[in-house]
């Protein structure tokens, strides 16, 4: 089971942490990804993590500069630093984890469980 939250309503320009805590799963094994998703849209991939937190991939636009996956095994949580957020950034981010094949991160088909999702509104 994921739970993610760290949402909530933020300026344009501000920073937000989410976190994704897991349990009952081998988290400390299973590379963990971010997506988000607005209202009508597809799911779009933000960034991918392996399990030991050695290598990060991200979505290739914009986001790759502001936003920031790391993970804390100990804790079983992965987390997500996004900075300078736009109202582009307004959606619900979910967090997956069990990915079966790390070439295929930034695809959400590969991952095997999700978080409930925690909505992000960036106000202009």
């Known amino acids: 089971q994921l739970q993610a939250s760290g949402g909530g309503l933020v300026q344009t320009g501000g920073s937000l942490r989410l976190s994704c805590a897991a349990s009952?799963?081998?988290?400390?094994?299973?590379?963990m990804g971010w997506f988000r998703q607005t209202p009508g849209e597809e799911r779009e991939f933000v960034a991918a993590?392996?399990?030991?937190?050695?290598?990060?991939?991200y979505n290739r636009g914009s986001m790759k500069d502001r936003f920031t996956i790391s993970r804390d095994n100990a804790k079983n949580t992965i987390y997500l630093q996004m900075n300078s957020l736009s109202p582009e950034d307004t959606a619900v981010y979910y967090c997956?984890?069990?990915?079966?094949?790390?070439?295929?991160?930034?695809?959400?088909?590969?991952?095997?469980?999700w978080g409930q999702g925690t909505l992000v509104t960036v106000s202009s």
């Open positions: 009952g799963r081998s988290f400390s094994s299973s590379d």
């Open positions: 993590i392996t399990s030991n937190g050695g290598v990060t991939v």
């Open positions: 997956a984890g069990g990915l079966r094949n790390w070439r295929c991160a930034r695809s959400g088909a590969w991952y095997d469980y």
